[in-house]
């Protein structure tokens, strides 16, 4: 499959946001949906503490989630607009099949430092964090199996927001993780969905996302539900 790549272009007739590399054999729903959503959301982007922030976003090509799934490396460049402004991202999009996905992500989760690993895990299986999500089970409902959107907030650093990711990638890869969630199929992790599009950072809790990572320090946090990690 094509890696597909999104940057901001400074030059030509069009400047802005755009694919810079082929497209040619992709749908256009596709690439349209991929076009939607590949940038995580949010505004301060080019506030300096995000300088060497990156994000990975996934989520199915097509509504149904059926197909392939985008797996979207985003990080910020030192690239400045126009007008001056910071915060511009450049976006890495691979496309694969469920199968393919799955194996990339436990890839990446291998790829991560082991003792970042190893704390997600402990935490993710203890006690304490069992009983935050079961107190956000109980207090917001999920839809099915889990509510549309779930935030976890974390205290954003360039150095440790791998643990983030880390917590993440466990989740979604991990059938039996959490196992108490759940009171009618105790042994199912409602978070290991192949459907499920997460996001390892987003500045927006409205990002499209199902499963997203969050800075705690983000303003609209404070109206939504979401799930403190600290």
């Known amino acids: 499959m094509p890696t597909l790549t999104i940057d901001y272009v400074l030059e030509g007739r069009q400047r802005g946001y755009q694919f810079t ?49 985008a ?38 989760l291998a790829a991560l430092p082991a003792h970042i690993t190893a704390e997600a895990e402990r935490r993710l299986y203890s006690r304490e964090w069992e009983l935050l999500f079961r107190k956000h089970h109980d207090q917001n409902g999920w839809d099915g199996l889990f509510k549309p959107r779930t935030l976890l907030a974390y205290d954003y650093a360039p150095d440790t927001w791998s643990f983030v990711e880390a917590c993440l990638l466990i989740l979604v890869t991990r059938a039996t993780l959490l196992t108490n969630l759940i009171e009618l199929t105790p042994k199912v992790n409602p978070f290991a969905d192949q459907w499920l599009s997460f996001t390892t950072l987003a500045l927006d ?26």
């Not at 007008?83 to 799955?102: C, N, P, Q, S, Y």
């Open 21 to 69: 590399s082929p497209v040619a054999g992709i749908a256009p729903d596709a690439l349209k949906r991929i076009w939607r959503s590949a940038m995580p959301r949010g505004q301060g982007w080019g506030n300096p503490v995000y300088r060497a922030a990156r994000s990975l976003k996934c989520f199915t090509v097509d509504e149904t989630g059926a197909g392939l799934v």
């Open 205 to 230: 809790p409205a990002d499209d996302a199902r499963l997203i990572g969050i800075p705690a320090d983000t303003p609209a946090l404070r109206r939504v539900p979401h799930i403190d990690l600290r």
């Open 71 to 108: 797996a979207c490396e985003v990080h910020l460049t030192d690239q400045v607009d126009e007008v001056g402004r910071t915060g511009i991202r450049k976006a890495h999009i691979d496309l694969h099949t469920f199968a393919e996905h799955r194996a990339y992500l436990l890839e990446r």
